[in-house]
């Protein structure tokens, strides 16, 4: 149905003024033309006799006296009809619904009233009612701004619509009052976010509202965030009140969001990026005891900690992560559910670098510890060679802070002439069982590099001398292939740092010298002939995990090889950012949002 009416009455309304003919909202009234109008109303009354007829003639009466009186406020009767005729027709609601903000500024008296009149038409039943009411609602805000508030908590509401052009009014209408008054518009729609203190009533209403900002108030930062730097703390309060009980998508997204300001930009002070890791620390939830059966709680520490692994770059503080990991985490890591025990031990790695020595003094026993377990000293046991990876390269970071601490812990001589060096005393089976766990882990390591490098050559043949598309289907895929590939990148990196590791006195690796396997590199590491010679297969399984036992007999078929090769061979596929679920905060604060792990 047409917003307005029939053509006699569009006429009638755009000619008078009480209405805009184009895209505007309402007219700007005058007293021109105003005999033209009582002409034409007189004809279209008698031309069109219809019911409700009379009271579309008493709104254009009511609306006539109120642009030509010069104290609009003595009218008060007229403006009380306006009010009422919002229970009339459909058309005498829509132009009610234009009527009653244009003059309500006059009226302070009856303004409950007619705004409680005016929200009733935005939920009327008739579309182009809802529609002309909701672009009615930024006119009440011109010349009284204490309304403010109480109309953006409405069309916050209202982004519930399920039609395209009433929530596009909704939206159109909602930005207009961010450019009249955007620190209280803010505060508003991020109280109808919600928070722990104040919790969203509707959490439909919730998720509307972060969409919302997400992708019409977000995106315009620039224009709406003046003054710059006083807005941008205003909404990085709002947003820290809100991440008290987020998803894992709000949480990532209002954190892209506060990285994008000016106030947290890459030449911004380290003060501000601490306080980016400290929102990230709250939501790690890193003051809470840690309990193993709670897999959010451990899928929420590893997401947040790779989140804050750019900012320790920039100076940011790793203390609170590496000590919680310290106290928590390390001791019951054999618990973990499996296929997160790798992603944390990745994250660590990476951390390795921005740790302060007093951390580093407190974590290594820790790491050496869990180093030594991973790091078997008999040949028929399982090993994960992405753990070992992870754990050497923590190791030679931790220790390149604190060399002398690895005396007691690993046996070394490392003189740096403080009482800590310990070399008094004797340190002798640390080292003897270090090197032994060494040589070991080398023996298995090339061991498993041989059998990659066969299985890979294998691959290419077979691949090669593949006739038809159902022969290459039987092959091994380029996924698995490039599962080898890094996983021969992943033994390389072992046999780099444990060759250091065998003198008396080692020097640790404290730069970005070795390349870990799952980042990219520049091209994969294939290795010589001789570095693999003379050692003994192992087998892996589907876990990730490998073998180390030697099996029985040889002649193994090609595609045996290739498959036995290349199937696992890579910590079950595992890459830092698989999906998982974060289901909420835990331990009864928050709702039980749904969480995805990234």
Request: charged share 25%; hydrophobic share 35%.
């Amino acid at each position: 149905m047409n917003i307005i009416g029939d053509d006699i009455n569009l006429s009638l309304c755009c000619i008078y003024g009480l209405i805009d003919c184009g895209d505007g909202l309402i007219g700007d009234g005058g007293d021109e033309g105003g005999g033209l109008v009582s002409t034409e109303r007189e004809e279209s009354s008698m031309a069109e006799p219809s019911e409700g007829s009379t009271d579309i003639e008493k709104l254009y009466e009511y609306g006539e006296r109120l642009n030509e009186a010069a104290d609009k406020s003595q009218n008060l009767k007229d403006y009380e009809g306006i009010i009422e005729a919002a229970g009339g027709t459909v058309k005498a609601k829509q132009l009610a619904a234009q009527l009653i903000p244009k003059f309500f500024k006059y009226f302070p008296t009856l303004a409950v009233q007619a705004l409680d009149h005016h929200f009733n038409l935005c939920e009327d039943e008739e579309l182009g009612v809802r529609v002309q009411a909701i672009r009615g609602l930024p006119q009440f805000c011109k010349d009284t701004p204490e309304y403010l508030s109480k109309i953006v908590d409405v069309l916050g509401q209202l982004l519930l619509a399920g039609e395209n052009v009433e929530r596009d009014a909704v939206h159109k209408a909602l930005i207009s009052l961010l450019r009249q008054d955007v620190q209280t518009s803010l505060t508003v729609l991020f109280k109808l976010v919600g928070s722990t203190e104040e919790p969203s009533t509707d959490e439909s209403i919730r998720e509307k509202i972060i969409c919302f900002i997400k992708d019409k108030v977000f995106p315009l930062k620039a224009e709406l965030l003046k003054p710059q730097e006083q807005m941008e703390r205003h909404i990085t309060d709002l947003v820290k009140k809100s991440l008290q009980d987020v998803t894992a998508a709000e949480f990532k997204m209002f954190m892209d969001f506060l990285r994008s300001l000016s106030l947290f930009k890459d030449t911004a002070p380290v003060e501000r990026v601490q306080e980016l890791v400290e929102i990230i620390e709250g939501q790690a939830d890193l003051d809470a005891e840690f309990d193993v059966s709670d897999g959010d709680h451990i899928d929420r520490l590893i997401s947040c900690l790779r989140m804050a692994l750019p900012l320790f770059t920039r100076g940011a503080s790793s203390s609170k992560f590496l000590n919680y990991l310290n106290k928590q985490i390390i001791p019951i890591f054999d618990k973990l559910p499996e296929e997160r025990k790798v992603d944390l031990l990745k994250n660590l790695a990476e951390c390795s670098h921005y740790v302060t020595p007093q951390d580093a003094r407190q974590l290594l026993p820790s790491v050496v510890q869990l180093l030594k377990k991973h790091m078997i000293r008999r040949k028929i046991e399982e090993i994960n060679f992405t753990f070992v990876e992870c754990l050497l390269y923590t190791f030679h970071h931790l220790a390149n802070k604190i060399p002398n601490a690895t005396n007691s812990l690993c046996g070394y001589k490392i003189v740096t002439g403080q009482p800590s060096d310990r070399l008094g005393e004797d340190f002798s089976e640390q080292n003897k069982e270090f090197i032994e766990r060494l040589n070991t882990i080398e023996d298995l390591t090339r061991a498993m590099m041989k059998k990659l490098t066969q299985g890979m050559a294998e691959h290419n043949k077979a691949m090669a001398a593949a006739k038809t598309d159902e022969e290459k289907n039987h092959i091994v895929g380029k996924t698995q292939k490039q599962n080898a590939t890094t996983c021969l990148r992943t033994c390389n990196n072992i046999l780099a740092m444990t060759q250091p590791l065998h003198s008396k006195s080692p020097s640790f690796i404290g730069d970005s010298k070795i390349n870990l396997s799952w980042k990219e590199a520049s091209r994969p590491s294939i290795p010589s002939p001789a570095a693999v010679a003379g050692t003994k297969r192992a087998g892996p399984n589907n876990t990730g995990t490998y073998a180390t036992k030697r099996g029985r007999g040889g002649g193994i078929v090609q595609n045996q090889l290739v498959h036995k090769a290349m199937e696992g061979v890579y910590d079950g596929g595992r890459a830092a950012g698989g999906r998982g679920g974060w289901r909420g905060r835990g331990r009864g604060r928050g709702r039980g949002r749904g969480w995805g792990y990234y």
